[in-house]
């Protein structure tokens, strides 16, 4: 199995070692604050593999930032042995009310510095693999809304000013479909107009992933390109991309997930999305969505 493949592996394994329930639940699901105090706890234990940033950005009164922790294995190194590596951008809480994936990016995190088991079907062939790869998680890209949500607000996605951060990307920014509900795609004033998607953009920019993976939440499916098509795109690369999904599926999903394009699987389309910009624009070549429940 390749890298990548047993890397998304260790991915999803991660998804369902954390369990979900609502309305919150404070013995499952950390306050905001609480989580990235864990996430600088382990930093601070581990800083021979971990580095944490914090990214801001402001726009019109707004402002917003958010925690990047990079991940390096067997010692750390300058930014400069990056470009000789594979290089991975794993993003979690874009939508405020998804709790669940900023704690599975915790749990992914404990698992690479080793404070939490890796499965022994992975744990061999993924520590030999760690030396080539650079990871970037981002545990909460909505902060303001994930505030939100902990004030009460359970269903709110959007971020601290009402807007859909996974719809104010500027690919097919603004098209609506005929059953567009304002208030949960509120794609923005323009594209990038919010704080989170200028830090997202800038931060891909300048990292050149190779891989990036959206995780989400609310159903159990693996997505590629594109969001605001019902297609897939042409090429090689798009069949690697599929095989990996399809080896995901079937060796951990046991066949149950949903496989294919968010427009082309999830029953609508989705425009100015953060997957079909970085695929489209920004040229990463293997781009997913991982929906977990």
């Known amino acids: 199995m390749s890298t990548f493949a047993l890397l998304l592996l260790l991915l999803y394994f991660s998804f369902h070692s954390v369990h979900a329930l609502t309305p919150i639940n404070r013995d499952l699901y950390?306050?905001?604050?609480?989580?990235?105090?864990?996430?600088?706890?382990?930093?601070?234990?581990?800083?021979?593999?971990?580095?944490?940033?914090?990214?801001?950005?402001?726009n019109k009164g707004y402002s917003a930032k958010i925690f990047v922790v990079t991940y390096r294995h067997r010692g750390?190194?300058?930014?400069?042995?990056?470009?000789?590596?594979?290089?991975?951008?794993?993003?979690?809480?874009?939508?405020?009310?998804e709790l669940i994936t900023s704690e599975v990016a915790l749990r992914l995190l404990k698992i690479l510095c080793g404070e939490h088991e890796m499965p022994s079907i992975l744990s061999d062939s993924l520590n030999h693999s760690f030396d080539n790869l650079?990871?970037?998680?981002?545990?909460?890209e909505?902060?303001?809304?994930?505030?939100?949500?902990?004030?009460?607000?359970?269903?709110?996605?959007?971020?601290?000013?009402?807007?859909?951060?996974?719809?104010?990307?500027?690919?097919?920014?603004?098209?609506?479909?005929?059953?567009?509900?304002?208030?949960e795609e509120n794609p923005g004033t323009a594209p990038f107009s919010e704080p989170e998607t200028q830090i997202m953009r800038r931060?891909?920019?300048s990292f050149r992933p190779h891989i990036w993976v959206n995780v989400h939440s609310g159903m159990e499916a693996l997505f590629m390109p594109y969001?605001?098509?019902?297609?897939?795109p042409e090429g090689h690369t798009s069949q690697i991309m599929r095989t990996l999904l399809d080896d995901l599926n079937h060796l951990h999903c046991k066949d149950h997930c949903m496989v294919g394009s968010g427009g082309g699987s999830v029953g609508y389309l989705a425009h100015g999305t953060s997957t079909d910009y970085v695929y489209d624009v920004i040229k990463v070549p293997m781009v997913f969505t991982f929906e977990v429940s």
């Open 30 to 58: 950390h306050i905001s604050d609480g989580l990235i105090a864990e996430i600088k706890g382990l930093v601070g234990r581990h800083p021979e593999s971990l580095d944490l940033e914090t990214w801001r950005a402001r």
């Open 76 to 97: 750390w190194k300058t930014n400069d042995d990056d470009d000789h590596k594979y290089r991975i951008i794993l993003s979690f809480g874009q939508h405020g009310r």
């Open 134 to 140: 650079v990871i970037k998680v981002i545990p909460m």
């Open 142 to 183: 909505n902060l303001n809304g994930r505030k939100l949500v902990e004030a009460g607000d359970l269903c709110e996605r959007r971020n601290g000013r009402g807007v859909d951060l996974n719809r104010n990307w500027s690919v097919d920014w603004g098209k609506k479909e005929k059953d567009y509900d304002p208030y």
């Open 203 to 205: 931060l891909s920019a």
């Open 227 to 232: 969001d605001h098509r019902n297609t897939t």
